[in-house]
């Protein structure tokens, strides 16, 4: 244990988040604006997935495409859009900030300030940009202890939903997920609209398009599609995926899911930066510097990725190289299969 180290890290990558909480901080200046008004808007009956639902806002953001969430997620935001603007975005932060904390501790080893979880570099950005990153990685956390429900929920971001499935440690709990995931879709099918889903996926081929071309992105992004484009992706996605093979458990897939995934930005990070602390904190000592050097970059990697998308699928892989290659503490225990065969039920 070396809480020192621990410490010192977390000190040396605050400046940057907290800057960026001070500058975004505001109506209309960060992310979560968008999901309110989907929220509103679909309360008022509006076709969200269209981008006349979001024309008033053209003036605050340089394009605001239709909803980019499947219609499933509309179920979180819809409560929140029932307050005014402010007081909604600080009651979304401190709920889905309290979720992920709770998620979190079991994961904490004895002696871990468990408040520093929700005080990452990561963590502070998805609080400055009142981003999902509390609320999927909460849900993925709670995945990785064997919780089914929390796999279907993820699918409100589909290809977390996907890669998550790993978690899930027999036949059952994959059939009642998938049981799951079918009620919430047609729930949400039936309350939004019969084609909502199909609108959601051209909107999703449409953000798909602009990989790599918004200028925004080039300074917040983390996945390799980003900063690299398709076809430079598909190493790092490969790679990516050969290295998780050799361990599997919440914060090797939750830094695996960044390589793998096809867009991904700083805010998307707590998981994985909590993973790369809690690293720091129990392994440090026993670490050589060729494993202290990429866990030690992959904790800082969302406070880099300020500083351009090029500079981070490269550390990521690095870090996960990193994280499968250390010893694994009691935090990380690895998925280590049942006596009978991994998907017998």
Not at 47 to 73: E, K
Not at 87 to 110: D, E, G, Q
Not at 178 to 193: D, T
């Amino acid at each position: 244990m070396n809480l020192s180290v621990a410490l010192q890290f977390w000190l040396i990558a605050a400046p940057v988040p907290m800057a960026l909480m001070i500058t975004m901080i505001g109506v209309g200046k960060n992310d979560y604006l968008y999901l309110w008004f989907a929220g509103k808007q679909a309360l008022a009956g509006v076709d969200v997935y269209s981008a006349a639902a979001f024309q008033i806002l053209a003036d605050r953001h340089s394009s605001v495409p239709g909803f980019l969430y499947p219609p499933l997620a509309l179920f979180f935001f819809i409560p929140f859009a029932a307050l005014p603007l402010v007081p909604s975005y600080w009651l979304w932060n401190a709920a889905t900030a309290a979720v992920f904390y709770w998620a979190a501790r079991p994961y904490c080893p004895k002696g871990f300030p468990r408040i520093l979880v929700v005080l990452t570099p990561a963590a502070l950005i998805c609080f400055a940009f009142g981003q999902t990153g509390f609320l999927f990685g909460a849900l993925w956390l709670l995945a990785f202890r064997g919780k089914w429900a929390a796999v279907a929920l993820l699918t409100f971001k589909p290809h977390l939903g996907l890669l998550s499935i790993l978690s899930l440690r027999n036949r059952r709990s994959l059939v009642y997920c998938a049981l799951l995931v079918a009620a919430l879709a047609a729930a949400s099918a039936a309350i939004f609209g019969p084609w909502s889903w199909l609108e959601f996926a051209n909107n999703s081929l449409g953000q798909a398009d602009q990989i790599g071309q918004r200028k925004r992105w080039l300074f917040a992004g983390v996945s390799p599609a980003i900063g690299y484009g398709l076809l430079g992706w598909l190493p790092f996605a490969i790679a990516g995926g050969l290295l998780l093979a050799r361990r599997v458990n919440a914060f090797t897939a939750a830094t695996a899911a960044l390589l793998i995934s096809p867009y991904g930005f700083h805010y998307d990070m707590p998981v994985a930066c909590l993973g790369f602390g809690l690293l720091i904190y129990e392994r440090w000592n026993d670490m050589p510097i060729r494993h202290r050097i990429p866990v030690a970059l992959g904790f800082l990697s969302p406070v880099i990725a300020v500083a351009g998308a090029w500079w981070v699928p490269p550390i990521l892989l690095w870090a996960l190289w990193g994280q499968v290659s250390a010893k694994s503490g009691a935090f990380v225990p690895p998925l280590v299969p049942p006596a009978e065969p991994q998907w017998q039920s």
